[in-house]
């Protein structure tokens, strides 16, 4: 199946510092997702990326569809401390005639007030 | 109504028990998904139900029966399960299969065997 490689795979901050993660792979996606998962909770869509290129924001976050569609980037900035949790990059892609969401390892985020 | 509800939250069953999962969706999604996640562990697709016909099975045990009896309504029967299928049981719907909007989660139901 495809295959997700995201990093980092923890990440220690201070409040108000900026965080990047990123996420690639080997295959091409139609769409990519980025998911944000509390403990006991269910994983909440943050931001989709729909077109090769497209950078789209959702407040402080701020990601990125790349060129190749081949990976993608998600910053957060000037973090806060309910920004903790963790972060899930998600592809999209055709498999036969059906379509698979596949996710990556995620990136688990704590942040020092 | 914009979310995916689970019930129960938890569960504790024995390896001998028959237990039912239950989601319910009325955002008029026609795509219906459940995963499985493990502790510090993405979700892991199990099946995928678009228009209440079963489309994706991930090659899961038996033991894991889905129904979807009307569009809103996705059940996980489960049956003789093993202590390593402890783990969040996750429901999701989209508008259709491979919608772009991305999928709307539940909270899950944490599932312990014992």
């Known amino acids: 199946g495809q295959q997700l490689n995201q990093s980092p795979q923890s990440m220690f901050i201070q409040e108000g510092e900026d965080v990047s993660m990123n996420c690639t792979s080997s295959s091409i996606f139609n769409t990519w997702l980025w998911y944000k998962q509390d403990p006991g909770e269910g994983p909440v869509l943050l931001i989709a990326l729909y077109k090769a290129g497209e950078l789209t924001s959702n407040g402080r976050l701020t990601a990125q569809f790349g060129i190749t569609r081949k990976d993608s980037f998600l910053n957060i900035s000037a973090s806060i401390p309910s920004d903790v949790g963790i972060y899930f990059c998600?592809?999209?892609?055709?498999?036969?005639?059906?379509?698979?969401?596949?996710f990556g390892k995620g990136t688990l985020l704590t942040v020092n007030p | 109504d914009t979310e995916v509800t689970q019930t129960p939250k938890h569960l504790v069953m024995g390896m001998t028990n028959k237990k039912s999962l239950k989601c319910e969706q009325h955002m008029g999604h026609r795509a219906m998904y459940w995963y499985k996640q493990k502790a510090k562990k993405p979700p892991e697709l199990m099946f995928v139900?678009?228009?209440?016909?079963?489309?994706i099975n991930e090659s899961v045990p038996s033991r894991f029966s889905p129904e979807c009896p009307n569009s809103s309504l996705l059940n996980l029967h489960l049956h003789a399960l093993q202590p390593e299928d402890s783990a969040l049981y996750l429901c999701?719907?989209?508008?259709?299969?491979?919608?772009?909007?991305?999928?709307?989660f539940g909270s899950g139901t944490r599932l312990t065997v014992v």
């Open positions: 139900y678009s228009y209440e016909k079963l489309s």
């Open positions: 998600a592809g999209l892609y055709p498999r036969g005639s059906n379509y698979k969401l596949t």
């Open positions: 999701a719907s989209s508008h259709q299969q491979g919608a772009q909007a991305g999928y709307t």
